[in-house]
């Protein structure tokens, strides 16, 4: 709620801030999630495949700072990763226009480590956009528990 008033303040209510609030515990089992109008993150497993992660939280930062955040709760298991990704990623054009998508994001993030996982998905996207320039912040980080 502080960083929501604080978005609010600065930008006069012109702007507002999407983001996944994420908390690991120290051990990595235990992970507390938020989504404030971000949306675009998943649980990697070998075992299940992706799961896009649809956790409640709130509106993005700066929207409705009154309004209280739910936080979701789950367990990961051993060797699961958390992907996330920011629009810039899905929303890249390629030929004839189409966009990259979160499902080919997921199709490819791929890897034995989270360094191969954000390589391959970002080669992947290198290829989708051939000659085309990147026009948006490209984000993709990925969490592992051990």
Known sequence: QELGREVQRISGGSRVVTMMFIE??????????????????????????????????????????????????????????ILLVSDGVIDQPGANDIRYGFERALNAAVGETPTAVVDALLASLSAHMTTMDQFDDVTVAVIART
């Open 24 to 81: 690991l515990a120290a051990d990595g089992s235990r992970v507390r999630i938020a989504d404030l109008g971000h949306g675009l993150a998943a649980i990697l497993s070998s075992s299940q495949g992706p799961q896009i992660i649809q956790a409640e939280g709130g509106p993005p930062l700066g929207v409705a700072p009154e309004i209280p955040l739910d936080i979701d709760e789950r367990t990961l298991e051993p060797g699961e990763r």
